[in-house]
């Protein structure tokens, strides 16, 4: 029987091979970053306007992909690799920029100059390297889970094992390593859950090794719902092979032979990746029956989710797997115990798999190299809001989010107002936070909130606290299973009283009642109906002033649809035409010279202030109705 | 036998490899909307039969997903992204402009020539080109994703595609 490292390393050589002639091509290549953030910013324009540059001019020019890098604000993103193993990164490059980029790719140094961002790899004069770039300025040297980003064709096999991928599950499976070493060293490193609860992975791995009888299932949480966060996205679209890795690990380790990635329905991009990457998995035996001659089997499958939120907790993750309406159950049993199919069955993140082969390859104490003595390692962050330079990054925990913020660029558009982490049952946090607040879950928890799986959105003053919680209430009370009456019922109201208030009619009585849903809601099921009161709590708690004079009328941000209205301002501006025109509703009155806009057909949708912002404006507006 | 449908005989080609008992419910739903752009009731009965499960079970749990439709779908979709960074730029006055525009009483509608819709969409992490929506024609399985929206660049996008514009021409319209 073959040695399963002897399968490897012929593999290996390949790999080898095969990357070393794409990081140093015979002609210059240049890559386009393809994921779905990239694409919404036009991305497969500019490449076709690149192609179509290269095939007229007939240039000795070869394209391909990589995936952006976390500096979203740059995209799209394209990088020039030359035959000395350079690689030149520019952005953003839009259709137009297309010549000059392939001038550069064709050796008109100096023509795309003014595209450069930084050097991926090598040296060119004058140009620094991407690691400079103030926004990685809180990332380790050497990324981790980002390691192949920028250095890797996402959808090939043979990069990833170039870039010593599968080696440690190689020697794993060769039986270089107990199933429980496996265990042991995910617990030494201290690795936990990504997903937002923070249990030790290896210890849940122990429940389901234990568990009774042959037939285990892994689960892979790639679900990713909270509005914000795209951490485990980038994983799956940067670097799939990463994920199926880890999971090929827990597999080993809790004797699994099948696996379920669970992934989100909004993420096309990541669900073809991971598809083609279990395939090419498959066909160079990794993965299937029989992997690398040691006749184990994994086999693994991507489920397609279809925009259902409460299908990340983990029993409605279940469900949904088998056929079911995704509705989160009572635990006990907990997964271990009855999971997909009534089998013991273990749910992880992606990111708490992606780790694995880290730790496996490096050891725990490299791992916790990172991090901090209660947080070990790194973690992968998505900053977003109003904030200059808007990606992701992987940071070490324990970073102070007042750095981020400064690598961020700070804030643009008006003053810190709020921070909201941990997605729609997550938190709301105010400014003087920010000096406090460092990068790790507990550090979050003197303002009764959440750090969560890694999205943090950074809002401004021009919008209203309010209205941010009523967004988050009626997100949770739309997604609420409908299992519990505390949960659909008190989401209800809880959206309700937002509203009203918002609309400039709230009352004394709201208060006592938004605490009293608070704690009614703590009775329900599962951590949805439970943590669904957060936000509104932090509301009362944090912004109490600002919910106070919302009470009585006052909303400085102009945002509360019942506090203000819509006035024109300037009778003579040209554009007020324009106003009038754009108007969805035909809301203004009046001929030209005196018009005026009707409040009550006024939906305050903002086109006419868009259009012509020095003849239309917001005026503050007193409350209608008495408080009591 | 009674001789079936056309369409029955498609569907039941288009689930053919699904078995019952492994969790391919979701896989059967998706390959059949997407190939009709909804799911009739004649689907659930196919799904049904194929998966050994009663056609109410089969509404039951696809009903529970707000991505699965029920009813033919409009020409266009506008899909307006719901997240946080987006509504920070008003995503609320960009939704209410397109609604009003488009005549249409609450999300998930469509215009009553069946032309235009908007249907809620999530945030998958483009935060930067907030706010945003996508454009989404189920016939050609396009979808163009349009960054940096404004309420009133939303009034125009609705109105050129209400009156029948392609998505190129709504995107800069
Ligand atoms: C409403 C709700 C939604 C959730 N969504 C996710 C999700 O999208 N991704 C995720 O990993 N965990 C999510 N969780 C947490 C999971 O239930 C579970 O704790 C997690 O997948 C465990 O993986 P971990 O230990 O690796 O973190 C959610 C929980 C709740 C209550
Ligand atoms: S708490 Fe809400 S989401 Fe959870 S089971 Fe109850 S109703 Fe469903
Ligand atoms: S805010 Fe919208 S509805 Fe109100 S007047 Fe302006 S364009 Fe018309
Ligand atoms: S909030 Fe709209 S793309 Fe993220």
């Known amino acids: 029987m073959p040695d399963a490292l002897a399968l490897y390393d012929a593999m290996r050589a390949n790999a080898d091979a095969a990357y070393a002639a794409w990081r140093n091509p015979e002609r210059p290549r240049i890559d386009v970053a393809i994921d779905q953030s990239s694409i919404s910013n036009g991305a497969l324009r500019t490449r076709a306007a690149i192609e179509r540059v290269v095939s007229a001019r007939n240039a000795a020019i070869d394209l391909g992909r990589v995936h952006g890098y976390g500096i979203q604000w740059l995209h799209p993103l394209v990088q020039v690799t030359f035959p000395d193993g350079a690689t030149v990164l520019y952005g953003p490059v839009t259709p137009a920029d297309a010549e000059a980029i392939v001038d550069e790719a064709s050796g008109r140094w100096g023509a795309a100059a003014s595209l450069r961002i930084g050097m991926v790899t090598g040296e060119r004069d004058g140009v620094p390297s991407l690691r400079d770039h103030p926004f990685f300025a809180l990332e380790p040297r050497e990324r981790r889970l980002l390691r192949n980003l920028g250095l890797t064709d996402p959808e090939s096999l043979e990069h990833y094992i170039a870039r010593d991928g599968y080696r440690a599950s190689a020697r794993m499976l060769g039986r270089h390593s107990t199933e429980d070493q496996i265990r042991t060293v995910m617990n030494d490193a201290g690795l936990t859950g990504r997903g937002g609860a923070n249990f030790p992975t290896g210890v849940k791995w122990n429940f389901l090794f234990g568990a009774a009888g042959e037939d285990h299932y892994l689960v892979c949480n790639a679900d990713e719902g909270d509005p914000g966060a795209w951490v485990n996205r980038v994983v799956m679209e940067g670097d799939p092979h990463l994920l199926i890795e880890g999971m090929l690990i827990g597999a080993f380790g809790t004797r699994s032979k099948q696996g379920y990635i669970y992934l989100r329905d909004e993420y096309p991009l990541a669900i073809a990746r991971m598809e083609q990457a279990i395939a090419q998995a498959e066909a160079a035996g990794l993965l299937g029956e029989d992997i690398l001659g040691t006749g184990l089997t994994f086999r693994l499958r991507v489920i397609r989710g279809a925009g259902a939120y409460v299908c990340g907790e983990e029993t409605g993750l279940l469900s949904s797997i088998q056929d079911s309406r995704g509705m989160p159950r009572v635990k006990p049993p907990f997964p271990a115990q009855r999971g997909v199919f009534d089998k013991p069955s273990n749910v992880n993140n992606v990111e708490s798999y992606a780790n694995a082969p880290l730790i496996l390859m490096h050891g725990s104490d490299w791992y916790r190299q990172y991090g901090t003595e209660r947080a070990t390692g790194t973690k992968i962050f998505s900053f977003s809001g109003d904030i200059a330079r808007v990606g992701f990054m992987e940071l070490p925990f324990g970073v102070p989010l007042a750095k981020v913020l400064e690598v961020c660029g700070g804030m643009v558009g008006g003053e810190l107002k709020a921070i909201q982490s941990g997605g729609p049952l997550g938190s709301l946090l105010p400014p003087q936070s920010l000096p406090k607040l460092i990068l790790q879950g507990d550090s979050f928890s003197p303002w009764d909130a959440i750090m969560g799986g890694g999205g943090i959105v950074f809002c401004n003053d021009k919008t209203s606290v309010l209205v941010l919680a009523e967004m988050f209430a009626a997100f949770v009370e739309e997604e609420s299973c409908g299992r519990c009456t505390t949960c659909h019922g008190g989401n209800q109201r809880q959206t309700e009283i937002l509203r009203r208030i918002i609309d400039g009619r709230g009352r004394r009585e709201d208060e006592p009642n938004l605490k009293l849903i608070d704690r009614t809601l703590q009775f329900s099921n599962c951590v949805h109906g439970q943590f669904s009161p957060k936000i509104t709590r932090n509301l009362l708690q944090h912004f109490h002033a600002d919910y106070e004079a919302a009470l009585r009328g006052e909303d400085p941000s102009l945002t509360m649809a019942g506090l203000y209205r819509v006035v024109v301002t300037n009778q003579y501006d040209p554009a007020l035409a324009e106003a009038v025109a754009i108007c969805p509703v035909d809301a203004f009155r009046g001929p030209a010279g005196n018009r005026s806009v009707d409040d009550a057909a006024c939906i305050r949708c903002g086109a006419c202030i868009d259009v012509a912002p020095k003849a239309v404006g917001k005026q503050a507006k007193a409350r209608t109705v008495a408080l009591n | ?173």
């Open chain 2, 1 to 173: 036998m009674p001789l079936e449908t056309e369409s029955k005989v498609r569907l039941r080609a288009l689930v053919a490899e699904f078995r019952p008992n492994n969790g391919d419910l979701l896989a059967a739903l998706h390959r059949v909307q997407h190939e009709f752009g909804y799911l009739s009731a004649e689907a659930m009965e196919v799904i049904g039969d194929q998966l050994g499960l009663f056609p109410a079970h089969v509404y039951g749990a696809a009903s529970y997903y707000e991505e699965f439709r029920f009813e033919p779908q409009a020409h266009t979709n506008i899909r307006w992204c719901s997240g946080p960074a987006c509504r920070l730029r008003n995503g609320n006055g960009i939704r209410d402009a397109l609604l009003a525009s488009l005549g249409i009483g609450h999300m998930n509608g469509q215009t009553e020539d069946g032309r235009v819709g908007v249907i809620l969409g999530q945030c998958n992490g483009a935060c930067e080109v907030a706010p945003m929506v996508w454009l989404e024609q189920h016939e050609s399985h396009t979808i163009e994703p349009v960054g940096n929206m404004s309420a009133a660049r939303a009034v125009r996008m609705a109105r050129a595609l209400r009156d029948g514009a392609t998505i190129e021409e709504a995107t800069n319209a």
